[in-house]
């Protein structure tokens, strides 16, 4: 019995001591190393439009929409890769279309979980706000990645490489804010 007993008090002195090492991290701090964790290496190849602030990417966009991933599938193109991602429509803040509705992405890549520059491949693990132009009934994301953001413990972060990435006039928002600057931005146009 009395082994019983300080066996059992050693675990809990155990896990009392190690718990007290474990550091809470800050809404800020988590939101820091969420952005650095969205912020990509500089692609090699360059692109040919780069935005220098959320305001252009929405004045060139024909639809901009809060999404989840449906289903997905890579196709090859003359030997490249594309990903073709089917998202639901969760919200609509610029173009014709309605909540519910399915549409097509289209982004080069898609072979290693990942598409152009390294950014990984929309997941059914987050939501996605998107800015689209579309082309042949289909949809790509403005600027390859530039118009591409991902909605994570409730803020929403750009997914772009750091050379393009909006961080001069862009930092993360929370869910709420940025559905809020989507719409006063697009109601100023």
């Known amino acids: 019995m009395k082994k019983s007993l300080l066996f059992v008090s050693l ?6 001591i190690s ?5 809470e991290i800050s809404i800020e701090e988590l939101v ?7 912020t990509y290496e500089s692609s090699p190849a360059s692109l040919a439009i780069v935005y220098g602030s959320i305001e252009e990417i929405e004045s060139d966009a024909d639809l901009i929409v809060k999404c989840s991933l449906n289903e997905q599938k890579i196709v090859s193109l ?5 990903t073709h991602s089917y998202v639901t429509v969760e919200d609509v ?16 890549g898609g072979y290693n979980g990942k598409v152009l520059a390294g950014i990984p491949l929309i997941s059914n693990t ?16 403005c600027g ?39 719409q006063n931005n697009l109601v100023e146009e």
């Open 93 to 108: 803040y610029k173009g014709d279309i309605s909540v519910g509705s399915l549409i097509e992405i289209i982004e080069e």
């Open 32 to 38: 820091l190393q969420i952005d650095k964790e969205e």
């Open 11 to 16: 675990i809990v002195f155990s896990l009392l």
């Open 19 to 23: 718990s007290c090492g474990a550091k």
């Open 78 to 82: 003359d030997g490249f890769p594309q």
């Open 144 to 182: 390859a990645f530039q118009g591409r953001f991902i909605e994570r413990e409730g803020y929403v972060f750009q997914q772009a490489t750091a050379d393009v990435k909006l961080a001069d006039t862009y930092s993360p928002l929370t869910t709420e804010a940025f559905s809020m600057k989507l």
């Open 126 to 141: 987050n939501n996605y706000f998107l800015m689209l132009k579309e082309y042949k009934n289909a949809y790509y994301i």
